[in-house]
């Protein structure tokens, strides 16, 4: 047989072959396609991604979202992230046998998941998260044993986590965090040695954790467990996790200590154990690791003291929050030495001793909460602090002046110095242009010098346009009230300044606060009259002048704040009659007029106010030439009316306010017999 004929030989057996194969390819191709097809006509796509591309005329391999094998050209991929699909995911995806990777995340899938992918054994990747997805996890995934990811999280799937994910041996992330997940966490997904990240993050999970549970986890690299219902102590054997770099077991309801054995996780990066409920001394050794950029041990009822060392041995430290604990000692008079630190946390401790200079050259630091702890001195020179944003030292027994240097702070949003035993005059604090809240209430603080009570920092702080609150109540400020309040800013929304020994009048630029929700100048000395341009304060909801020296009628301006839900005018020299038109600010909640010189009738409008539950028009001359008709009063819990010129029966509408609990009618000419159940 020559060459030639065995050449037309051989090509007579390819060609057919060839054909077959190639008829095989294309059949298998038009069956992913018609799988998809189906998937497109089961699925709400409100943006037409797939109308516009998914077309029967054009090969499968081409269609947005898909990719294909190079050998088979079969459907190895299908990713339609984060494309506002909606709808349940129909069984026909599986037979999309070929599937290596499913990605339907980021959309508004709902439903079951169909059994149907559980044939799917090909698979490697199943990300489903950011959906709507619920029903129990189902049991079949087990099934898919080559799957490495697996993340659901972000949906809304309820239950128990089956057992049987223990079956997939190759599984490296588990993603189920953000469901309604419950029961325990089977203890057998800790054997599955090639786990990487456990993420179980805010579910209702609640059990223990096994002792032995790191045994058989040496490739995990995180573990996150926070915001659960777990219990028990943080298992022994944690520490050999070698390669954990983020463990978070924080808002669980876990006992005992802190095991000396996370010491030995020297590439931890993050470490949440805050909002637990445990106890004893944090461990040394946890100081020791290198890596640690974040330390959450709050509201838990730790002890001990901080290495002087820490930030030496901890350079990369960015936060570091303790609040809620019981530490003690100094601070680490080196903590300026940790110069990536961005959160200092040590606020609700038993720290004492002086605030350390170091700590203002933190250039990276944004916020520094030191509040509700013992320490005392003067408030170190703040050089350095270009990123500070918060600043809250407030319940110490720090003293001296504040230093002019805070004005340096020109990020600063929130300074709260309050409860403390600082004096001396407030500084100017135009420079800080961000801020929004000054807290510096229950001091020792005066307004400029002790002589001519100058209250320029006020006038300072007209540059700072984002102001919300300003509270200084509690210092002996002195002086008056000054005309330029008016300019403060149109977000100020918070002044309080009660018991600060303020003179004079209330100035009518303080109508131009017309954002203000809280004005509080009671226990001042204030006198003259309530300016009618308090008209102006129209998003009003508290004003308390009590406890004052002004005079002069109620003005009816007060009837323009319909938001108004606190008013206190008591012990003033307020005369004449009470407006009827404050009958008619249906949202007030507390009305004191007390010890004033108030006459006339009650208006009748009073009683119409039927969501008020507290009203005091005690001791002023007040007469009742209407009926006192409290029967529509249905959230009343205390009327005082002692001490006016009342006379004639008590009706019988009292004793239908279920919710009274105090009436004071004393030193009336009243009779007849009260309710039995009030207390008189």
Not at 12 to 20: A, D, H, K, N, Q
Not at 382 to 404: C, M, V
């Amino acid at each position: 047989m020559n060459y030639n004929t065995c050449f037309h030989l051989l090509l007579g057996l390819f060609i057919p072959c060839s054909v077959v194969c190639l008829a095989m390819t294309a059949r298998n191709l038009n069956s992913d396609q018609f799988v998809l097809l189906e998937f497109k006509d089961c699925i709400a796509d409100p943006q037409n991604v797939l109308a516009n591309n998914w077309s029967a005329s054009t090969s499968v391999c081409n269609w947005i979202g898909v990719s294909c094998g190079i050998i088979h050209k079969r459907v190895i991929a299908l990713n339609l992230t984060s494309m506002n699909l909606r709808g349940t995911i129909p069984p026909h995806l599986g037979n999309l046998s070929f599937l290596l990777s499913l990605d339907l995340s980021s959309n508004n899938l709902s439903g079951h998941l169909p059994k149907e992918l559980g044939k799917l054994h090909r698979l490697r990747i199943i990300q489903l998260s950011y959906n709507r997805l619920n029903g129990e996890i189902p049991a079949w995934l087990g099934n898919l044993q080559r799957v490495q990811r697996l993340e659901m999280g972000n949906n809304i799937f309820t239950g128990t986590i089956p057992q049987a994910l223990v079956n997939m041996s190759n599984l490296e992330i588990l993603n189920l965090q953000f469901n309604q997940l419950s029961g325990q966490v089977p203890y057998s997904i800790f054997k599955i040695s090639a786990l990487k990240i456990v993420s179980l993050f805010s579910n209702s999970l609640s059990g223990s954790l096994p002792n032995d549970m790191c045994q058989h986890l040496a490739k995990l690299e995180g573990l996150y467990l926070s915001r659960n219902e777990l219990s028990g102590n943080i298992p022994s054997s944690m520490g050999k996790c070698n390669n954990l770099q983020i463990l978070a077991l924080s808002y669980n309801q876990f006992t005992g200590i802190i095991p000396r054995s996370i010491g030995n996780l020297t590439r931890l990066e993050k470490l949440y154990l805050g909002l637990n409920n445990l106890e004893g001394q944090i461990p040394t050794p946890i100081f020791n690791i290198s890596s640690l950029k974040t330390i959450f041990l709050s509201n838990n009822s730790l002890s001990s003291s901080l290495p002087n060392g820490l930030c030496y041995h901890c350079p990369m430290l960015e936060g570091l929050l303790l609040e809620h604990n019981e530490l003690s000692g100094n601070i680490p008079s080196s903590m300026g030495e940790c110069y990536q630190l961005q959160i200092l946390n040590l606020a609700a401790n038993k720290f004492s001793g002086l605030i350390p200079k170091s700590i203002f050259n933190s250039t990276m630091l944004q916020g520094i909460y030191l509040n509700d702890n013992s320490l005392e001195g003067n408030l170190p020179p703040i050089t350095n602090a270009p990123k500070l944003e918060n600043l809250l030292l407030w319940r110490n027994k720090l003293s001296g002046n504040i230093p002019n240097s805070i004005s340096n702070v020109s990020m600063l949003k929130e300074l709260d110095l309050s409860d403390n035993l600082f004096s001396g005059p407030i500084p100017t604090l135009g420079n800080l242009r961000y801020l929004e809240c000054l807290h510096i209430q229950n001091n020792n603080l005066i307004a400029g010098s002790a002589i001519d009570h100058d209250w320029t920092f006020l006038s300072s702080l007209a540059n700072c346009k984002h102001l919300k609150r300003i509270i200084l109540s509690g210092n002996p400020l002195s002086g008056v009230l000054p005309t330029y309040i008016g300019n403060l800013s149109n977000s100020l929304r918070y002044f309080m300044a009660s018991n600060c020994e303020i003179i004079g009048n209330i100035p009518m630029e303080i109508g131009n606060l017309s954002s203000m929700l809280d004005l509080e100048l009671d226990y001042n000395k204030l006198s003259g009259f309530i300016p009618k341009s308090i008209r102006g304060l129209r998003k009003l909801q508290g004003l308390d002048l009590s406890s004052n020296k002004l005079e002069g009628p109620i003005s009816e301006s007060l009837c323009d704040l319909e938001s108004l839900y606190k008013l206190f005018l008591g012990l003033n020299k307020l005369h004449g009659s009470i407006p009827s038109c404050l009958g008619n600010i249906y949202s007030l909640g507390y009305l004191y007029l007390n010890s004033n010189k108030l006459s006339s009738a009650i208006p009748s409008t009073l009683w119409n106010l039927k969501d008020i539950l507290e009203i005091d028009l005690s001791s002023n001359h007040l007469i009742n030439s209407y009926a006192i008709d409290v029967g529509n009063l249905r959230s009343l819990g205390k009327l005082n009316l002692s001490r006016n010129l009342l006379m004639g029966d008590i009706l019988s509408t009292f004793g239908g306010l279920q919710t009274l609990v105090t009436l004071d009618l004393s030193n009336n000419k009243l009779y007849g017999q009260s309710p039995n159940h009030l207390v008189v």
